[in-house]
């Protein structure tokens, strides 16, 4: 696993069209993609999707091809642009002069690898559909014989698609296309050696390039201003349409350009290693300086970095802080654009107007947590949710120190892990409750025991759905190694099947059921199974369990368990949790 890839793999899983794409990721596709592309000699990319409404081909898919072609030129490999007549016009226009007839191609070219990119694929009936269902066989040509006759004969495959309609979703596992919408209809059979989800499939192609650049050690990545003329042109000389409006105007699947670029650069950010693994002393500005940024600033003073502060509200800085400067009243990119990194409180949204300057400056924004893990850190037990993270960890603490062990605990409302650190006497773990603001960008954060409590539709100002939701939720455990642990609520199907997704160890909670590993209640009685054995927590002469919110008492339980204290030990902690005052 490569942190950055990772991060590149679930950021591009971001969903503004609410299609559930996170729900299609199959895990380490992307970075199994970029590896085996870089071997390649010959490339064919097949691209173009038609959209019925407007009688045209599609703003998303041939852009994206173009980059990725691009990248591997760069790398020496030969690629071929391949389409139908419908959409060879796009392709044209973007100075490609494509294959449109691939009766013998595969024999005629050679390519070692085949990548589909935004390109219907038959559903199980041999038709091809849209995401609503519609039947565009008649104008659409079978370009996914190229991938089976490829699998045959032990070419490479990759499928890049936003919504299990595209050439390579075969590979998805059919109950998880059930859950998009007209799943079952439009579902493609084709399924390729790596399948790439993405919430717009240029989006993929910018991810497997910027993928293949992490591998690379260098940036194949086009410039935003070359990306928006691809977009553009595409629509102006090439006839292409927005796929999800239908109009003919420069946007993919009803976004703006914008929106297109600020995910191209969010991916740049990400080929380069963190400006904080240089080993030298950077300017780091910090977007607000509540407690948080009060405490990073701390941090990166006493690890011999400098800080400048920007803040709506007027600043008193902490005695004895020295800083390169201070600006009030707002944030300006005059001011941060001299810094190597800023950090952003959890309150600056990824899409606000600081953070679009910082991007196209090419500066990288981090959160507090990440820069906190970044600079070092004791062994972590994350916990998040919707509701109940710090209760939850306040429980965990208690049954630590019941058995006579220190656990410092913090997170989003209690110390920030940068104040933690500080702290010259820190020698013990640290439970932290961690919010999804703080998760939107992290990269290397890997704690040891990851806790998903529970999923409502909160935040949905900021992340706009509840699938989105729980991708963010999912960068807790992104990181995870086989030695990590994860706890997964088992009576919510939707993080029951974040499972498939996690690369550690996967333990489950449930108040309703026994289950294979994990936690669960039995007339009123805690079982544990973490190594093949049940156990049972007290004595049967011990009143049944009594706590007003049972599954956070069980992820704690769960977590302590994994921590190495004795079933006998939390049988008597147990006894003693106090029920919690609030479920914050």
């Given at each position: 696993m490569n942190p950055r890839i990772t991060s590149?793999?679930?950021?591009?899983?971001?969903?503004?069209?609410?299609?559930?794409?996170?729900?299609?990721?199959?895990?380490?596709?992307l970075r199994l993609a970029a590896q085996s592309?870089?071997?390649?000699?010959?490339?064919?990319?097949?691209?173009?999707?038609?959209?019925?409404?407007?009688?045209?081909?599609?703003?998303?898919?041939?852009?994206?091809?173009?980059?990725?072609?691009?990248?591997?030129?760069?790398?020496?490999?030969?690629?071929?642009?391949?389409?139908?007549?419908?959409?060879?016009?796009?392709?044209?226009?973007?100075?490609?002069?494509?294959?449109?007839?691939?009766?013998?191609?595969?024999?005629?070219?050679?390519?070692?690898?085949?990548?589909?990119?935004?390109?219907?694929?038959?559903?199980?009936?041999?038709?091809?559909?849209?995401?609503?269902?519609?039947?565009?066989?008649?104008?659409?040509?079978?370009?996914?014989?190229?991938?089976l006759k490829a699998s045959r004969r032990g070419l490479t495959t990759i499928g890049i698609g936003d919504g299990g309609n595209e050439i390579g979703m075969g590979k998805v596992f059919a109950e998880t296309l059930a859950m998009i919408a007209n799943g079952s209809d439009i579902a493609c059979t084709v399924a390729t050696d790596f399948c790439i989800a993405a919430g717009v499939s240029n989006w993929g192609a910018y991810g497997l390039v910027g993928a293949i650049s992490v591998l690379e050690g260098r940036d194949l990545l086009p410039s935003a201003a070359s990306c928006a003329d691809d977009i553009t042109v595409a629509v102006c000389d090439g006839g292409a349409v927005d796929g999800v409006t239908g109009r003919s105007e420069p946007t993919v699947d009803g976004l703006d350009l914008a929106a297109?670029?600020?995910?191209?650069?969010?991916?740049?950010?990400?080929?380069?290693?963190?400006?904080?693994?240089?080993?030298?002393?950077?300017?780091?500005?910090?977007?607000?300086?509540?407690?948080?940024?009060r405490a990073v600033a701390a941090l990166l003073t006493a690890k011999g970095h400098r800080v400048?502060?920007?803040?709506?509200?007027?600043?008193?800085?902490?005695?004895?802080?020295?800083?390169?400067g201070v600006e009030t009243g707002g944030h300006s990119i005059e001011f941060l654009s001299a810094c190597d990194l800023v950090v952003a409180s959890p309150g600056v949204p990824a899409d606000s107007a600081i953070r679009n300057e910082l991007s196209r400056l090419g500066i990288p924004v981090m959160s507090g947590l990440e820069l906190a893990y970044q600079l070092g850190t004791s062994?972590?037990?994350?916990?998040?949710?919707?509701?109940?993270?710090?209760?939850?960890?306040?429980?965990?603490?208690?049954?630590?120190?019941?058995?006579?062990?220190?656990?410092?605990?913090?997170?989003?409302?209690?110390?920030?892990?940068?104040?933690?650190?500080?702290?010259?006497?820190?020698?013990?773990?640290?439970?932290?409750?961690?919010?999804?603001?703080?998760?939107?960008?992290?990269?290397?954060?890997?704690?040891?025991?990851?806790?998903?409590?529970?999923?409502?539709?909160?935040?949905l100002d900021r992340h706009h759905?509840?699938?989105?939701?729980?991708?963010?939720?999912?960068?807790?455990?992104?990181?995870?190694k086989p030695d990590d642990a994860l706890i997964l609520p088992f009576d919510?199907?939707?993080?029951?099947?974040?499972?498939?997704?996690?690369?550690?160890?996967?333990?489950?909670?449930?108040?309703?059921?026994?289950?294979?590993?994990?936690?669960?209640?039995?007339?009123?009685?805690?079982?544990?199974?973490?190594?093949?054995?049940?156990e049972t927590l007290g004595s049967s002469d011990d009143a049944p369990m009594t706590y007003?919110?049972?599954?956070?008492?069980?992820?704690?339980?769960?977590?302590a368990r994994l921590w190495g204290i004795t079933s006998e030990d939390l049988a008597v902690a147990v006894r003693s949790v106090p029920a919690p005052e609030g479920v914050e």
């Open positions: 590149i793999e679930n950021l591009i899983a971001s969903d503004p069209g609410g299609r559930n794409v996170f729900g299609l990721v199959v895990s380490d596709q592309l870089r071997l390649a000699r010959r490339v064919g990319i097949v691209s173009g999707f038609y959209i019925e409404s407007a009688g045209a081909g599609e703003t998303d898919g041939p852009p994206g091809a173009k980059i990725l072609g691009s990248a591997l030129s760069q790398l020496g490999i030969e690629v071929d642009y391949i389409t139908d007549r419908i959409n060879a016009p796009i392709f044209c226009a973007l100075g490609i002069e494509p294959v449109v007839d691939v009766n013998d191609y595969l024999d005629r070219r050679q390519p070692t690898h085949l990548v589909s990119i935004e390109r219907a694929g038959r559903g199980r009936d041999g038709r091809y559909r849209n995401m609503l269902g519609v039947d565009i066989t008649h104008a659409t040509a079978p370009l996914d014989e190229l991938f297109s670029l600020r995910m191209l650069e969010e991916i740049r950010h990400l080929i380069a290693p963190s400006p904080l693994a240089g080993g030298r002393s950077i300017l780091v500005g910090i977007l607000g300086y509540g407690e948080t940024g400048c502060i920007s803040d709506r509200q007027s600043v008193t800085l902490a005695g004895g802080l020295v800083v390169a062994d972590l037990i994350a916990v998040t949710g919707t509701i109940g993270k710090r209760s939850t960890v306040e429980l965990i603490q208690h049954l630590f120190t019941q058995v006579g062990r220190r656990l410092s605990i913090g997170g989003n409302r209690g110390l920030p892990l940068a104040a933690l650190l500080i702290r010259d006497d820190l020698t013990n773990p640290i439970a932290l409750a961690v919010s999804s603001f703080q998760l939107e960008s992290v990269v290397h954060f890997r704690p040891h025991i990851a806790i998903l409590l529970n999923v409502d539709e909160a935040h759905s509840v699938a989105e939701y729980i991708r963010i939720k999912s960068r807790i455990f992104m990181n995870h919510d199907e939707r993080l029951r099947s974040l499972a498939r997704k996690h690369h550690g160890r996967t333990f489950f909670i449930s108040t309703l059921q026994e289950v294979d590993r994990g936690a669960w209640l039995m007339k009123g009685r805690i079982r544990l199974n973490v190594n093949g054995t049940v007003p919110f049972s599954e956070n008492l069980l992820a704690g339980v769960l977590a």
